[in-house]
């Protein structure tokens, strides 16, 4: 996997990424990050963990060849490894501002990664390799897909070296299960990705394809670092060298990857496990799925909540007449509705502990969707309360009631009914925004739908049933919905 | 006693009120006459602080307001004199500006509530004794969308009295409601003239007018141009703007009641409310 890869949305963003490398100076602490290690006892490790066989979820456990690697290395330096998820999207600003301290997550080293972060010595040769559907003739080499239609995954060196091929018609996917997928329709005519995944997924759920030839580039994996990790770098170095020497290396290799493995693969695989819905599945999964619709409702309804009276008190800051408050209220909802809420996530999560502030990952989550949702539910609101007639405001204030009376007691009672169909499209908006959050590692459902499609391979199965869980929770919002109209009824002839 | 002196009002380049200068006794009932956009409805939106005006004086009682460009008030005095001239001034809109939300009850207990602090429970009584004096007891359980026009028009006058002002204006209080109303409203009108308040009616229907005020001001171009009792005003005006105004009302009241005679063919029954029936039609 290289560079930006997966995410829910396609909401593709290296510049932000960028942006957050410029602003990010390497941060300054006074200990070392070998020192910071020692006194911990524990190595944090960022990763990805949806390339199965090397890094992927099971039964809520990290699994795969380099877990299994990283665990050693970590045991060899006298600590404990600590797995954080994270989209691969977000885990080098990750890394540069502290929340890890290393990651393994099949990043090839390239010269353009080695200027922004350190690398250990390679532990794992990897290279691409293509796929094709059984009985396909002609194609084994990448000259070969010359005029073929080529499926990659986005922003990998499978993707960098095909675009340098004239002749081959690039087809960028998400992840690489559904460029499999597409081949297997008939779309494409190949797939090209890191040999050992592709090797995992065809065995696992597309005995339609096959992989031709031999790998066609070669790339080194290796444990990247922050900038200022140098000792870091050389402690982990030594433990690598250690359980090289010691056969560790191998045992672990031999796991995953050595005859034994592949005889128990293939005989799991002839179990011809059908490839469309699989219901057996979601038996395996519910529990992972309740885990992130238990995470996605927080995060959702959470920020819901809080961001209505953020939302109000906006929407009455611009209604009146001092500009003191208003100019500043429009300003924030220009700015917050002007951004993608996936940099607002990058910003409060990775840029705000430059300024000392350090906030965990779901309490970062919450605030960027409350700060997001409160600009768009305060238009709503506004709308609401403009819709209402002049007249409605003049009687109350002829009455004598102060601007504050009349807003309280006259307008806003009649705002509210009329407000709640727009607010229910926020609220169900919101959950599926909430999604973005998986970039700073938080496990939601989208994302645990992620982790299990590739896992299992079976993006048929899994997305549908993701669809489901987020219909099943947008029924307490619509019900609410439901019911504040009823009770709130506009009063018309009896 | 109401003593406006002078007032000056402009919209940019617009003149709305050019020195605008009549008075009004205590207890009266009196008339704003005019044609559409002579400023009768922003003269009486002046005094009830919906506007501002730039020149002049307006006196209500012992409440002085002053153009705006005449002195400047603080946000604090502005509160301060507003608050205590609509408690003072109440208004009945030519829409009623019902609150939809509340019943017939609840429009007539919100304000004294909020802005007078009664209890709910006196609140109700005082709004009762009010909507009982419209005549919609039975209807203070209903909403606004519930009630008919007239029935709307007296929910509002019953929300305005249970303020207990001394002045309560009206704005067009003919003009939304059905031709068979209007006398309805004239003797409700009177009723509360009984009550000792004092009434500006604001209006463009010299029928209605005549019948129902202590005084007329007949208001054009901005300021009043003549007061004096009904009879005196529709009876020997003095100024040739009002006789004109008087003489242009009277001779499309009678083509319109010669159009609609021919039509029923009824002539001779035709009698003065006819006149009024066809006036109404043509609302603004």
């Known amino acids: 996997m290289n560079l930006m890869s997966l995410s829910l949305k396609g909401l593709r963003l290296p510049f932000a990424a960028l942006l957050l490398f410029l602003i990010l100076p390497a941060a300054v602490s006074a200990q070392s990050s070998l020192q910071r290690v020692r006194q911990n006892g524990t190595l944090r490790i960022g990763t990805d963990a949806t390339y199965p066989p090397?890094?992927?979820?099971?039964?809520?456990?990290?699994?795969?060849?380099?877990?299994?690697?990283?665990?050693?290395?970590?045991?060899?330096?006298?600590v404990r490894a600590e797995f954080i998820n994270a989209s691969f999207d977000g885990i080098f600003p990750a890394l540069q501002n502290g929340s890890f301290d290393a990651v393994v997550s099949s990043v090839t080293i390239t010269p353009e990664r080695s200027a922004s972060m350190l690398f250990s010595d390679p532990y794992y040769d990897s290279g691409q390799l293509i796929a094709v559907r059984q009985g396909t003739q002609g194609i084994t080499t990448p000259e070969e897909l010359s005029g073929k239609k080529v499926g990659v995954q986005i922003n990998t060196t499978a993707q960098i070296d095909l675009e340098k091929r004239?002749?081959?018609?690039?087809?960028?996917?998400?992840?690489?299960?559904?460029?499999?997928?597409?081949?297997?329709?008939?779309?494409?005519?190949?797939?090209?990705?890191?040999?050992?995944?592709?090797?995992?997924?065809?065995?696992?759920?597309?005995?339609e394809l096959q992989t031709v030839g031999r790998r066609f580039t070669d790339e080194k994996f290796g444990i990247a670092f922050a900038q200022s990790s140098e000792d870091l770098r050389r402690a982990v170095n030594a433990a690598l060298w250690r359980i090289q020497d010691s056969g560790e290396y191998d045992r672990i290799h031999e796991k995953w990857f050595g005859e034994a493995a592949e005889?128990?693969?293939?005989?799991?695989?002839?179990?011809?496990?059908?490839?469309?819905?699989?219901?057996?599945?979601?038996?395996?999964?519910?529990?992972?799925?309740?885990?992130?619709?238990?995470?996605?409702?927080?995060?959702?309804?959470?920020?819901?909540?809080?961001?209505?009276?953020?939302?109000?008190?906006?929407?009455?800051?611009?209604?009146?007449?001092?500009?003191?408050?208003?100019?500043?209220?429009?300003?924030?909802?220009?700015?917050?509705?002007?951004?993608?809420?996936?940099?607002?996530?990058?910003?409060?999560?990775?840029?705000?502990?430059?300024?000392?502030?350090?906030?965990?990952?779901?309490?970062?989550?919450?605030?960027?969707?409350?700060?997001?949702?409160?600009?768009?539910?305060?238009?709503?609101?506004?709308?609401?309360?403009?819709?209402?007639?002049?007249?409605?405001?003049?009687?109350?204030?002829?009455?004598?009631?102060?601007?504050?009376?009349?807003?309280?007691?006259?307008?806003?009672?009649?705002?509210?009914?009329?407000?709640?169909?727009?607010?229910?499209?926020?609220?169900?908006?919101?959950?599926?925004?909430?999604?973005?959050?998986?970039?700073?590692?938080?496990?939601?459902?989208?994302?645990?739908?992620?982790?299990?499609?590739?896992?299992?391979?079976?993006?048929?199965?899994?997305?549908?049933?993701?669809?489901?869980?987020?219909?099943?929770?947008?029924?307490?919002?619509?019900?609410v919905a439901e019911y504040l109209e009823r009770r709130w009824r506009p009063i018309t002839r009896a | 006693m109401i003593e406006v002196t002078d007032i000056v009002k402009r919209y940019g380049s617009n003149t709305v009120l050019n020195h605008a200068t009549f008075q009004i006794q205590e207890g009266q009932l009196t008339t704003i006459l005019g044609p559409s956009g002579c400023g009768k409805s922003t003269m009486l939106r002046c005094m009830n602080r919906l506007e501002r005006f730039d020149h002049g004086r307006l006196k209500i009682g012992e409440?002085?307001?002053?153009?705006?460009?005449?002195?400047?008030?603080?946000?604090?005095?502005?509160?301060?004199?507003?608050?205590?001239?609509?408690?003072?001034?109440?208004?009945?809109?030519?829409?009623?500006?019902?609150?939809?939300?509340?019943?017939?009850?609840?429009?007539?207990?919100?304000?004294?509530?909020?802005?007078?602090?009664?209890?709910?429970?006196?609140?109700?009584?005082?709004?009762?004794?009010?909507?009982?004096?419209?005549?919609?007891?039975d209807k203070e359980d209903h909403y606004p969308a519930q009630l008919s026009g007239g029935q709307q028009q007296?929910?509002?006058?019953?929300?305005?009295?249970?303020?207990?002002?001394?002045?309560?204006?009206?704005?067009?209080?003919?003009?939304?409601?059905?031709?068979?109303?209007?006398?309805?409203?004239?003797?409700?009108?009177?009723?509360?003239?009984?009550?000792?308040?004092?009434?500006?009616?604001?209006?463009?229907?010299?029928?209605?007018?005549?019948?129902?005020?202590?005084?007329?001001?007949?208001?054009?171009?901005?300021?009043?141009?003549?007061?004096?009792?009904?009879?005196?005003?529709?009876?020997?005006?003095?100024?040739?703007?009002?006789?004109?105004?008087?003489?242009s009302f009277q001779e499309e009241e009678g083509t319109r009641a010669e159009q609609q005679a021919t039509a029923s063919g009824k002539n001779e029954k035709l009698d003065a409310q006819m006149g009024t029936r066809a006036t109404l039609g043509q609302e603004e």
């Open chain 1, 54 to 78: 090397l890094e992927y979820v099971e039964n809520g456990q990290f699994e795969g060849f380099e877990i299994d690697l990283a665990n050693a290395v970590a045991r060899e330096m006298g």
């Open chain 1, 166 to 207: 004239a002749g081959v018609q690039v087809a960028v996917y998400n992840t690489i299960d559904l460029a499999l997928l597409d081949l297997k329709n008939g779309r494409i005519d190949a797939v090209v990705g890191d040999a050992p995944v592709l090797r995992f997924m065809i065995r696992q759920s597309f005995q």
């Open chain 1, 263 to 479: 005889r128990t693969a293939d005989q799991q695989a002839s179990g011809a496990r059908p490839s469309a819905f699989d219901t057996s599945l979601l038996r395996k999964t519910w529990t992972l799925f309740l885990k992130g619709v238990w995470m996605t409702a927080k995060l959702a309804f959470l920020s819901l909540f809080l961001g209505l009276p953020i939302g109000l008190f906006l929407s009455l800051a611009r209604v009146q007449s001092s500009r003191l408050l208003s100019v500043p209220a429009a300003v924030y909802v220009e700015v917050i509705r002007g951004t993608p809420l996936l940099v607002q996530i990058l910003f409060i999560y990775f840029v705000l502990p430059l300024f000392g502030i350090h906030l965990p990952a779901f309490t970062s989550g919450v605030i960027a969707l409350t700060i997001n949702s409160a600009a768009y539910i305060s238009e709503i609101f506004r709308a609401g309360i403009l819709s209402i007639d002049a007249g409605q405001m003049e009687a109350a204030r002829s009455l004598g009631m102060s601007y504050a009376q009349a807003m309280r007691r006259i307008i806003l009672p009649q705002t509210f009914r009329r407000v709640v169909p727009p607010l229910t499209n926020e609220g169900i908006a919101l959950l599926k925004d909430s999604s973005l959050v998986s970039v700073i590692g938080l496990t939601e459902l989208a994302r645990t739908g992620q982790e299990l499609a590739s896992r299992y391979a079976a993006p048929l199965t899994i997305w549908p049933i993701v669809a489901l869980f987020y219909l099943l929770l947008t029924f307490p919002l619509t019900r």
């Open chain 2, 63 to 137: 409440v002085e307001v002053l153009g705006t460009e005449d002195r400047k008030l603080s946000a604090a005095e502005e509160k301060e004199l507003t608050k205590r001239l609509r408690a003072r001034v109440g208004i009945v809109f030519q829409n009623f500006n019902l609150f939809p939300h509340l019943t017939a009850l609840g429009n007539s207990t919100e304000a004294p509530m909020t802005v007078k602090g009664l209890a709910r429970k006196d609140a109700e009584e005082v709004a009762r004794h009010y909507l009982h004096k419209v005549g919609l007891s």
């Open chain 2, 154 to 247: 007296r929910v509002a006058i019953a929300r305005a009295l249970a303020m207990e002002p001394d002045v309560i204006l009206f704005d067009e209080p003919t003009s939304a409601l059905d031709p068979q109303l209007i006398k309805e409203v004239g003797s409700m009108l009177r009723a509360l003239d009984d009550l000792g308040k004092t009434l500006v009616v604001v209006s463009h229907d010299m029928n209605f007018a005549r019948s129902i005020s202590d005084q007329v001001i007949y208001f054009e171009g901005g300021h009043a141009v003549e007061a004096g009792t009904a009879q005196e005003v529709f009876g020997n005006p003095q100024k040739p703007e009002t006789r004109a105004f008087m003489q």
